[in-house]
């Protein structure tokens, strides 16, 4: 049964930063783009960043670009969201992707990670 699950969330002021990560389990990630979504209260889900197999190609939504970081770990099948100087409207539950075969076709997800930030 392949799982992604997320960690890292948690509640912290404007200008703090976190760490999230997705662990991987029950299908090697190694040659698949992965990619971080998230939903705030009320909105859709946007895209946040997007990380190729190799790590080579990386992605970020303009509204993180220059905060946040992505992070591929093959050998731990893992990847990471490195959050700086959060604001309060990144509030909200941050996902994991799997976009296998790199086709931007996210055929798994994890549960998700609360992320709240406090002004």
């Known amino acids: 049964q392949v799982q992604l699950i997320e960690s890292g969330g948690r509640l912290v002021q404007a200008g703090g930063s976190l760490r999230l990560s997705c662990e991987a389990s029950?299908?090697?990630?190694?040659?698949?783009?992965m990619a971080w979504f998230r939903r705030a209260p009320g909105k859709e889900r946007e895209f946040v960043a997007r990380?190729?197999?190799?790590?080579?190609?990386?992605r970020y939504a303009g509204s993180v670009k220059g905060r946040f970081t992505i992070s591929k770990d093959n050998a731990k099948n893992t990847v990471y969201l490195q959050m700086n100087s959060l604001k309060p409207e990144d509030t909200a539950v941050y996902y994991c992707?799997?976009?296998?075969?790199?086709?931007?076709?996210?055929?798994?997800w994890g549960q998700g990670t609360q992320v709240t930030v406090s002004s």
């Open positions: 029950g299908r090697s990630f190694s040659s698949d783009a």
């Open positions: 992707a799997a976009d296998v075969g790199s086709t931007y076709n996210y055929v798994y």
């Open positions: 990380i190729s197999w190799s790590g080579s190609s990386i």
